[in-house]
C-alpha cells in the first residue's frame, strides 16, 4: 500500500489538470465485482490504476475543482 492515502488520485489530477484536460476511463470488472479503473491521459496515453474507494475520491475531487480538469461527470 502507497505511504500517503490516495496518492495516485493526486498524480492522475496532477497530470491532468497541468493539461487541462480529462482522462478517459475504462472500469475493469470481476464476476465477485472486485473493480479497477483506469484513467488514461487522452494526449500522452500516460495511464493510471485505480481501486474503487481511490476512483470515488477522483470523482469527489474532480467535482471540487468544477469540473474543469480530471475527470468528466457522467450523464445519466
Known amino acids: 500500500m502507497a ?3 490516495f496518492a495516485v488520485v493526486d ?3 496532477a ?3 497541468h493539461k487541462g484536460l ?5 472500469e475493469w470488472c470481476e464476476m465477485r465485482h472486485d473493480c479497477v479503473y483506469v484513467v488514461t491521459c487522452p494526449e500522452c496515453g ?3 490504476t485505480l481501486l ?3 476512483y470515488d475520491v477522483l470523482i ?3 467535482r471540487q475543482v468544477g469540473w474543469t480538469c480530471g475527470l ?4 445519466a
Open 3 to 5: 505511504a500517503e492515502p
Open 11 to 13: 498524480a492522475v489530477l
Open 15 to 17: 497530470h491532468l489538470c
Open 22 to 26: 480529462h482522462g478517459d476511463v475504462a
Open 46 to 48: 500516460a495511464s493510471f
Open 52 to 54: 474503487e474507494e481511490e
Open 60 to 62: 469527489e475531487r474532480s
Open 72 to 75: 468528466r461527470p457522467i450523464s
